[in-house]
């Protein structure tokens, strides 16, 4: 095997004998095969498109199968062998439909064992040309890691129903552009930039589909500790299956508690109104082995970031949407989340309220520019001197106490600005506030960069001035391929001088890195004092 797509891969350079992140050789294999399909079923969908054949089930199941691929989604062999049955069919339905025979696009995986399709993608990996320059290499897959994340968040807004074709056009266009020798340096670039610029789009309908159905999220104290009863712990970053959960559960005696970047969904009105949505158990993905175990009751993953189950809670946690571990029970689409709330009331519970500490959050883009005038006063007047977004991915590597030393160290008149499952190294920390607006801002989920997005171009219009003369500054994190895109996002929009760590990606090759450089300004994170004196000019 060989995979360096998300920021813990084994020695900075490539998993070669099992995922760091606990994906096994085969898993590696099948997703492989999956996206190699995927960009043959592309080449057909663009001509498809093209004589005005669209199928908006093969659309939303080719975001599905991308998303699979995401670090931390899915490690089920068997979900992969059907994936790619599908994706076969709907590569052959189109071979049909378009009377085509296009060149890279065979479907030879027809009645193949699990084994025999493993050997097949064995074949057909990053790694699989050797002759290839490393520089087209680096930016293909750079494409297709943004790929992987607006196919996430294409998902995230279809299942809420907010779908543009020109989104689904873009991926298919894209996939089949990393098939296409003809294509140099500068076009895979310029794609890159346009997989950003098409994933504001992506997330432009999330942010929709989640206003749209459960209301803007409205700054909300949620609490840290527990109360007496049932429970069950809800993981990952889908507010519909929250939702779901919260309607199954009502009357029957068990609280709700969310883990990682399920925090944010305290903030909406239509999720926060039911009585027994209690409040946040744990910090980010990266701790849940440790905090699994110790949870009474029943856990939920709704999306990434899965770790490989402890025996002590495997019969405890349950997967839903694509979200896949082998072995562990998995809800299926019909979203009867009986078994869980089943093994919540046949566990423990909390056997009492345990006092603990609490935190803020939905300040999204409509509670923050609804303060929008009480801010610009403040920049205007000198009592904010700078805003920080410090967000992105958490993990497990070390390094990552930068961004905890980072919010420690940035000046008392500056803002915080956060988002994504980051922010746990430092989220229940107490930093008061500037004139009543509250130093430290949770915006969501990295699900919700859109909102930062929006933030930091309202505050650019209201100061008459580009967002890279903002008193503003991008100290990001990353780990998958969401960040990925999300970074290509804002290299889109122009915005300069990002700092970007704990490491650099491995997929980067030193010539992309110069291309970044030169036109971004980006690099990487460097010691707290360098980065902050930099910022703060
Ligand atoms: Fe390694 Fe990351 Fe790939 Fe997992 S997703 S195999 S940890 S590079
Ligand atoms: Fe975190 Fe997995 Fe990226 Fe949503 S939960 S930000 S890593």
Request: overall charge negative; charged content about 20%.
């Amino acid at each position: 095997m060989f995979c360096f797509q998300c920021e813990q891969t084994a020695k900075g350079t490539g998993c070669t004998k099992i995922g760091v992140c606990g994906k096994q050789p085969e898993v590696a294999a099948l997703q492989d095969l999956l996206i190699h399909a995927l960009k043959g079923l592309s080449l057909y969908a663009v001509k498809a498109a093209e004589m005005g054949h669209r199928d908006e089930k093969m659309d939303l199941f080719t975001c599905e199968a991308v998303f699979s691929t995401l670090t931390n989604v899915d490690f089920d062999p068997a979900r992969f062998v059907e994936l790619i049955a599908e994706c076969e069919a709907y590569t052959k339905a189109l071979k049909e439909k378009t009377g085509l025979s296009l060149e890279g696009a065979s479907c030879t995986c027809a009645g193949k064992s699990q084994a025999e399709l493993v050997a097949l993608g064995e074949g057909v990996g990053i790694k699989a040309d050797p002759t290839l320059d490393e520089d087209i290499l680096s930016l293909r897959e750079l494409l297709v890691y943004g790929l992987k994340g607006l196919a996430a968040y294409a998902d995230h807004a279809a299942i809420l129903g907010q779908k543009d074709p020109a989104v689904f056009a873009f991926i298919y266009e894209a996939l089949a552009a990393t098939l296409d020798s003809t294509l140099g340096v500068n076009d895979l670039v310029g794609l890159c930039l346009k997989c950003g610029e098409v994933n504001i789009r992506a997330m432009e309908l999330l942010d929709a589909g989640n206003t749209g159905t459960y209301g803007h999220p409205v700054p909300t104290v949620v609490p840290l500790g527990a109360k007496a009863g049932k429970a069950i712990l809800v993981s990952g970053h889908d507010l519909k299956d929250l939702d779901l959960l919260l309607k199954q559960t009502e009357g029957k005696g068990i609280n709700i508690y969310t883990h990682g970047e399920m925090l944010p969904c305290h903030g909406y009105p239509e999720l926060k109104k039911y009585d027994h949505f209690y409040g946040h158990y744990g910090t980010a993905w990266q701790n849940q082995a440790k905090e699994f175990d110790a949870f009474p009751g029943s856990i939920l993953m709704t999306t990434n970031c899965i770790q490989k189950p402890k025996e002590t809670y495997n019969d405890r946690i349950f997967t839903t949407g694509l979200v896949g571990w082998p072995g562990v029970s998995h809800i299926g689409d019909d979203k009867d989340f009986t078994p869980v709330i089943e093994k919540a009331l046949a566990s423990e519970g909390f056997p009492a309220d345990t006092d603990k500490d609490t935190v803020m959050v939905g300040f999204a883009r409509n509670a923050v520019l609804g303060v929008a005038d009480k801010i610009i006063d403040a920049v205007k007047g000198g009592a904010i001197r700078h805003f920080f977004l410090v967000g992105g991915c958490d993990g497990a590597k070390p390094g990552r106490n930068y961004y905890t030393d980072m919010v420690e160290q940035i000046p008392q008149d500056c803002v915080v600005l956060t988002l994504a499952c980051g922010k746990f190294r430092f989220f229940d920390k107490k930093l008061g506030d500037i004139g009543g607006i509250p130093r430290l801002l949770d915006v969501g989920q990295c699900n919700d960069a859109y909102s930062a997005v929006r933030i930091a171009m309202a505050l650019a219009d209201a100061f008459d001035c580009g967002v890279n003369d903002l008193p503003l500054s991008f100290i990001l994190s990353w780990y998958e391929q969401k960040a990925c895109v999300i970074l290509l996002s804002l290299l889109h929009l122009g915005i300069k001088d990002i700092k970007l760590g704990p490491s650099l990606p491995a997929f980067i090759s030193p010539n992309v890195l110069n291309v970044l450089v030169e036109n971004f300004n980006i690099a990487p994170t460097g010691t707290v004092e360098d980065d902050l004196k930099a910022a703060l000019g």
